[in-house]
């Protein structure tokens, strides 16, 4: 699949429309326009903007559907704060989520 043809995806499951898109993206709606009336490849930074508007990374754009999980921002606070802690701190949390079953 190609970057547009992504794109076109990833809206299509959102219901979202070009405007919608420059909307939540933070672009200009000539920009989305653009890219879907002349087929124009998004720059890198365009793409991340697209990207980020879905809430996913550009690894996950370019990924299998298979692959992608989305996380709440819940989710993603918490998996932020995972990756800081000490190893240590990880196998404590972690025990005591074992034991909440």
Same mark, same amino acid.
């Given at each position: 699949?190609? #970057?547009?043809?992504?794109?076109?995806?990833?809206? !299509?499951?959102?219901?979202?429309s070009?405007? %919608?898109?420059?909307v939540?993206?933070?672009?200009?709606?000539?920009?989305?326009?653009?890219?879907?009336? %002349?087929? =124009? =490849?998004p /720059?890198?930074?365009?793409?991340?903007?697209?990207?980020s508007?879905?809430?996913? =990374?550009?690894?996950?754009?370019?990924?299998?559907? %298979?692959?992608? #999980?989305?996380?709440? !921002?819940?989710?993603?606070?918490?998996?932020? %704060?995972?990756? /800081?802690? =000490?190893?240590?701190?990880?196998?404590?949390?972690?025990?005591?989520?074992?034991?909440? !079953?």
């Amino acid at each position: 699949m190609d #970057v547009i043809e992504r794109i076109d995806d990833l809206m !299509k499951k959102r219901h979202w429309s070009d405007y %919608r898109l420059a909307v939540e993206s933070g672009l200009s709606s000539s920009t989305i326009a653009n890219i879907h009336r %002349r087929n =124009t =490849t998004p /720059s890198i930074s365009t793409l991340e903007a697209i990207c980020s508007a879905f809430g996913i =990374t550009l690894s996950q754009f370019f990924a299998d559907d %298979r692959q992608i #999980v989305q996380l709440s !921002k819940e989710q993603q606070d918490l998996f932020n %704060r995972w990756v /800081s802690l =000490t190893e240590k701190q990880k196998q404590i949390i972690y025990d005591l989520i074992k034991e909440m !079953k």
